[in-house]
């Protein structure tokens, strides 16, 4: 176990792997599913050329660096190698196409990414709308046919071997390791600015819920571009010293194999992935593993029963939290809360449910928004990238504002009820609808558009993404061409399910869409694109 766990002034994840590389430099760490292997030792020594490979192209102290990646000890060294130069990690999602990938490099006014050959044209296709974008890193083979921008200078992922150490100095608690996005209710999504205790602490957190030790084994197959995946797993065995595989994209079919085989301890699950493992054929062979636990957000009771029942999982455990706010709420071993999100971490949080419209607290039971503020410096986001006046709004009367709802007990239990605001949430991720139709107004045809949610035919599933569309004066729409031309466009997680074609859509008097109005209606005469 990282020595300086309890000191928020040393919660930097690079010098957790200083000290667990001094002290076991051979065990291992990371493996992947495409057979890399880092031990403790690999991993800085990898990552400190890393940095040294930064500093030579150019990189600066706190500059922003992207991260457009999969899974993979290719990303482990990438985002380790950022660390230790001190600069800071933009965290991209594989799947942003278009608009919504466009936005965020033009947002964090980036430089220098480091891109996984596979989602490289998704790069080039957008190159002429980020213009400062101009140093390049593809992992992988560049593919067949490529037209690289002439304005971009391109660099293959460097052979560790023939790179220097980085012997600069390295990061503070207090400074900027990460931007990840994350949507809102509106407009495009917002850069949260992650100090490096903020990051660490994720990684305590799932230490203290899951008593992770040294003998543990983590297997991670939820992205590194989310906080779970990064930070809560991967993050939380540099501190607690254990090793970890994972693989290039979750997949059902192999989530039990891949555990039974590596021997994994823990993992978590996230949004429908419980559903989709669960929705797998049962075998004879589905309590032939070493699972201990898995930590489910959200933990529906029926999937808790059978992933007790048919798995024989000792322990399933939820939490609740967000980018912006760490995770301030957690399960505990051995109290079985089905449901419910967990208690609050009161060690590093305040948790408050509150009135939304007066921030006043409500009774125990009674209904509320989830309000958070941190008890440790910097173990929260330093704010939205580039944008005060959201993170002011964010942080009203004090408290960090989530947006959404839940209900506490006399005992402490906080259940997570409902989004207060108008996001999508569609297979772990908050989407914006305004993004989602802003890409589809683009289409030939296309008047108007509302996107928003109705509930999945997935237990556990939350969203689907819903569109209402009406056609341009005299023109026609096919539903169905129209729902496929939209997938094109957007990313995986936020293609529609459902669309109906109307004349109009509903307004108030001032012209405002009336949100209410349409998911009130729900599918009702729409087609299902996966019918």
């Known amino acids: 176990m990282y020595s300086h766990i309890d000191d928020p002034r040393r919660w930097i994840l690079t010098e957790a792997l200083d000290e667990a590389a001094a002290r076991t430099p051979d065990a291992p760490w990371l493996s992947d599913a495409d057979g890399g292997r880092l031990s403790f030792g690999q991993a800085r020594s990898f990552s400190l050329r890393a940095a040294g490979f930064y500093e030579r192209l150019g990189v600066e102290r706190g500059e922003r660096v992207g991260l457009f990646l999969f899974n993979g000890c290719a990303y482990a060294i990438a985002w380790l190698g950022l660390g230790y130069r001190a600069a800071t990690a933009v965290i991209l999602n594989t799947e942003l ?3 919504f990938l466009q936005h965020q490099l033009v947002n964090a006014q980036l430089k220098t990414i480091v891109v996984d050959a596979e989602v490289l044209p998704a790069l080039v296709e957008v190159a002429d709308q980020a213009p400062e974008l101009r140093t390049v890193v593809v992992v992988g083979s560049i593919p067949a046919g490529t037209a690289l921008p002439g304005h971009w200078r391109v660099h293959a992922w460097p052979d560790w071997q023939g790179q220097p150490d980085w012997s600069g100095p390295g990061p503070q608690a207090q400074d900027i390791a990460s931007i990840m996005y994350t949507s809102g209710t509106s407009g495009p999504a917002k850069g949260v600015m992650m100090p490096h205790a903020h990051c660490a602490l994720y990684g305590i957190g799932t230490i203290r819920c899951l008593d992770l030790t040294q003998a543990d084994r983590y297997y991670i197959s939820l992205p590194f571009f989310h906080a779970n995946g990064l930070l809560m797993q991967l993050g939380a065995t ?9 693989r290039r994209r979750f997949s059902a079919s192999h989530w039990l194999g891949d555990i039974r085989e590596q021997g994994a301890t823990v993992t978590n699950l996230l949004g429908a992935t419980s559903a989709f493992v669960l929705a797998q054929p049962p075998t004879d062979h589905d309590r032939d593993h070493r699972l201990r636990a898995t930590l489910n957000a959200p933990n529906v009771p029926a999937h808790e029963r059978q992933f007790r029942e048919r798995f024989g999982i000792e322990e399933v ?22 449901g419910a999100a967990g208690w609050v971490h009161e060690e590093h949080f305040e948790v408050c449910i509150a009135d939304p419209a007066t921030d006043l607290p409500v009774a125990d039971g009674e209904m509320g928004e989830i309000l958070v503020r941190p008890k440790v410096p910097f173990g929260f986001m330093a704010g939205y990238f580039d944008a005060p006046e959201l993170t002011l709004e964010a942080w009203r009367n004090l408290w960090f504002h989530t947006g959404d709802a839940g209900t506490r007990d006399a005992g402490g239990l906080v259940t997570f009820i409902d989004r207060i605001r108008d996001t999508i949430r569609r297979r772990g991720h908050n989407i914006s609808a305004s993004e989602i139709e802003e890409a589809v107004a683009q289409l030939d045809g296309v008047a108007e558009v509302a996107a928003y949610p109705v ?11 819903m569109l209402a569309v009406a056609a341009r004066d005299g023109g026609t729409l096919d539903a169905a061409s129209l729902g496929r031309e939209a997938a094109e466009r957007l990313p995986r997680f936020a293609s529609p399910r459902y669309v109906r074609l109307v004349d109009s859509l509903p307004r108030t008097g001032t012209g405002k869409v009336q949100r209410a109005v349409l998911r009130k209606q729900g599918a009702e005469g729409a087609i299902d694109l996966q019918a």
């Open 97 to 99: 196409r278009a608009n």
């Open 238 to 246: 540099l501190l607690a010293g254990c090793s970890a595989h994972t």
């Open 317 to 338: 455990l939820s939490g609740f939290g967000m980018t912006e706010c760490n995770i301030p709420i957690w399960g505990r071993l051995g109290q079985s809360a089905p």
């Open 455 to 465: 509930h999945s035919d997935l237990e556990g599933g939350e969203d689907e993404v």
